[in-house]
């Protein structure tokens, strides 16, 4: 095509060089732009309204402009006369070549896409080149946020309701009645002037500057609740009223911030639609932080291998039982203990608590991800942990890889406290325990006479089990004298409150039963204590822990015998039921201990001291307990660490092992290595992280003192604990938090750009 020919067509109202047009055609040449051609349906003219915005049609062409060409025009600076040559042009419907794979009632079949959709939806518009669908007015108008503008609607599945719900949106019906009106107002000057076009413009301008000042708003007010949760302080006070002098936390921030923002000041000044300081937006907000951040975690375990859950079941103030659920996993080689929530099963038992955990496990192990999960672990309650009926027997229904293993932050005494808790005998004695040392340490004066008698203090309570550890018993079955004759002088000369409280500890230690449970319960506790350092040792082997579990059995058979001295049948009867029921529990504890063996196989001063028997029966149990592991590969990839690897290559600590075979790429040679590593790692606790308490779940535990309903204690410890997810940049969830709860109902306010 020539230039002459090119320059003759163009309005007279648009000056342009004849040199520039030349220039420009040449460069199109070379390389046109994205879904710009010179081609018989557009012109060299259209070609130059794109690039240099002139808003020129050539007249006379016709035939629709393509999707890619309509996203490239710059409707905003064409004149009326060529938006209207490009409506009248048509819409582009080209024939699709969409399909997608599909199933139902068991059979596989192909859906595809018809022509009849552009019959049925008169702006039904397609792009052969994107394979999409788009709205042709919708394209038109630009910045139209839709399903069927921008990158177009892809899928077939649910397509006719997609359609649908466009077709009867209000955006699409105002787009129609925009793009209709084009050439329909009055003549001025030669051109056609619309009458909706701008007054429409002018309102979507006004109201995205509206959007981007309630935004803001809206952010100063999570930035508050994000405070709050933070550092743990109440979002509310007693008084949230009006001119209150005492308001909560949060309230009082915004109106410190409100001082310094004259933006934020007007709002909380004058606003009556959404001011947002009302418990219920505080609420809406924390909803939004769990949604967000569960979002974030379920997206971390869909790139990891393995996942472990780990829970316990605690009591709020108001003596209701919660179930608090945490996740172990690693992701990107770090490894992450993430808090999931707190939860109120339906009830107490083995039915109730494991619907309450497969719930939650089937939110995060969505389709055909069940084999990550390699490893559960509880407290040492008899429901959750029992092998038979209990709750991992449940789970592990579901999740087959995930075994059962016993969790060092669960100190093995809690097996003993859950036992308690179904003897009313135990249980009120142990509650007698626990009062005498909350006795003395809360009081400075009742300790200070203590020390008089005692060479020893009393161990001051840590826990909710701290009253069952040994030497707690130990002690007060030492020092019963002194301890008697301390209380004997508090009696004497203290107040009235603690004269009754000294008196109720004196009755208790005078009781018939005292010592007859202090040392049942000593022995117990000996026995437990022995039983956990063989469990810990770093040389543990197949040999020791059967030698180790044979003599707990022993001793608590031998204490069980014990028991048929006591004169009182009744007591007989209580003390041998808790002999038994802690044989049971630690059994059950211990019965999965393969791990322990495997484990060993880091450890190369056993490896290499291992007979042949021994290590080819340690790799033997290795697909039987982690199927994706080659136990042939792992063995030579193993034997050829130790042969050719330098002292400075081997750490006893696994991550550090970890974190040296990434770091110098080991870990694309040692493949089966890594992999058990990554399940050592994710696997709650190991035995040389005996010391370690699980620090998430002991925090969650600690936090469920709280009355305050479920959803609300879930959020704010997940801010109080997962402070450095949210203050991290490149997550952006505060983003996230706003983008839910703006989208999760519908606002009075505009939250939502056009």
């Known amino acids: 095509m020539e230039t ?3 320059s003759e067509h163009f309005v007279p109202s648009d000056i342009v060089v004849k040199e520039e047009v030349e220039r420009n055609l040449e460069n199109h040449k070379e390389a046109a732009p994205f879904g710009i051609v010179v081609q018989k349906e557009i012109t060299a003219n259209e070609l130059v309204a794109c690039d240099r915005l002139l808003d020129v049609l050539r007249p006379g062409q016709t035939g629709p402009l393509n999707v890619d060409q309509l996203l490239r025009l710059r409707f905003n600076r064409l004149s009326i006369q060529d938006k209207v040559a ?40 397609g792009c052969a080149r994107r394979t999409a669908l788009f709205c042709f007015p919708c394209l038109m108008l630009k910045g139209i946020r839709s399903k069927f503008c921008n990158e177009g609607y892809t899928k077939l599945r649910a397509i006719k309701q997609a359609m649908k719900e466009h077709d009867e949106s209000k955006r699409h019906i105002n787009s129609c009645m925009l793009v209709t ?33 309630n935004l803001y708003i809206l952010g100063e007010l999570v930035e508050a609740v994000f405070f709050c949760g933070f550092n743990e302080a109440p979002l509310r006070g007693h008084d949230e009223s009006e001119g209150s002098e005492k308001p909560g936390i949060c309230r009082a ?5 409100a001082e310094r923002d004259p933006v934020l000041k007007e709002h909380l000044n004058t606003s009556t639609m959404f001011k947002g300081t009302c418990g219920e937006i505080q609420d809406e907000i924390l909803e939004s932080v769990v949604e967000a951040y569960r979002k974030q975690v379920i997206s971390e375990i869909e790139e990891t291998n393995y996942v472990a859950i780990m829970a316990a079941d605690t009591t709020d103030i108001s003596n209701k039982t919660q179930t608090v659920i945490v996740f172990r996993y690693l992701c990107k080689g770090k490894l992450l203990e993430r808090f999931w929530g707190f939860f109120i099963p339906e009830s107490v038992n083995v039915e109730g608590i494991a619907k309450c955990l497969l719930e939650q496990l089937a939110i995060v192990l969505k389709g055909k991800k069940k084999r990550k999960l390699i490893a559960q672990t509880y407290d040492g309650c008899n429901v959750m942990s029992g092998r038979f009926n209990g709750v991992q027997a449940k789970v592990r229904e579901i999740y087959p890889l995930a075994q059962f293993i016993h969790c060092y932050g669960h100190q093995l005494q809690s097996v003993v406290s859950k036992t308690c808790h179904g003897n009313t005998t135990a249980r009120v004695f142990f509650q007698n325990v626990g009062g005498i040392t909350s006795f003395f340490s809360k009081s400075p004066q009742n300790h200070d006479v203590l020390l008089q008698h005692l060479q020893a203090i009393l161990l001051q309570p840590k826990s909710e089990t701290w009253c069952f550890e040994g030497r707690t018993v130990a002690k007060i079955k030492h020092y019963i004298e002194p301890l008697k004759a301390c209380l004997e002088e508090l009696v004497e000369r203290s107040n009235s409150d603690t004269q009754i ?51 707990f059995k022993d001793q608590m058979k031998k204490i069980r ?12 009867a209580d003390a041998q039921k808790i002999c038994d029921f802690v044989s049971a529990g630690l059994e059950d504890r211990f019965k999965f201990t393969d791990y322990l063996l495997i484990r060993n196989l880091f450890r190369k001063d056993i490896y290499m001291n291992s007979l042949s028997s021994d290590l080819d029966n340690t ?3 290795v697909p039987d307990c982690y199927p994706s592991i080659v136990a042939h ?7 050829e660490y130790y042969l050719h690897s330098h002292n400075g290559m081997h750490h006893k600590d696994l991550m550090k092992l970890y974190d040296y075979w990434r770091a110098n790429g080991y870990s694309k040679v040692f493949t089966e290595a890594t992999k058990l590593l990554e399940v050592f790692m994710t696997i709650p606790m190991t035995t040389d992280e005996a010391e370690r308490t699980l620090f998430k779940l002991e925090r969650a535990t600690a936090k469920s003192g709280s009355t305050m309903g479920n959803e609300r204690l879930t959020a704010l410890s997940i801010l109080s604990m997962e402070k450095p997810l949210f203050t991290n940049v490149d997550l952006n969830l505060k983003e996230k938090v706003l983008h839910h709860l703006v989208h999760n109902k519908p606002r009075r306010m505009d939250f939502i750009y056009k």
């Open 86 to 125: 490009v409506r009248d042009r048509g819409r582009p419907t080209p024939n699709l070549d969409m399909s997608e794979d599909a199933e139902a009632n068991g059979k596989k079949y192909k859906r595809r896409f018809t022509r009849d959709y552009y019959k049925q939806f008169s702006w039904l518009s």
């Open 633 to 639: 590969r792992l063995k030579n990839e193993l034997e």
């Open 619 to 621: 790799f033997a149990l």
């Open 501 to 551: 409280q000294a008196q109720g500890i004196l009755y208790f230690l005078h009781g018939k039963n005292c010592k007859f449970w202090l040392n049942l319960f000593h022995s117990i506790l000996f026995s437990v204590n022995k039983l956990i350092e063989a469990m810990q040792s770093t040389k543990i082997t197949a040999f020791s822990i059967r030698i180790g579990r044979n003599s």
């Open 4 to 6: 002459d020919e090119i």
């Open 561 to 572: 015998d014990d028991v048929t001295k006591h004169s009182d049948h009744n007591t007989q």
């Open 253 to 257: 921030l915004l109106d410190f911030r």
């Open 181 to 213: 009106s084009w050439g329909r107002g009055h003549q001025h000057s030669g051109d056609l002037v619309g009458d909706w076009e701008a007054p429409v413009e002018d309102s979507v301008q006004a109201h995205n500057e509206k959007v981007e000042a």
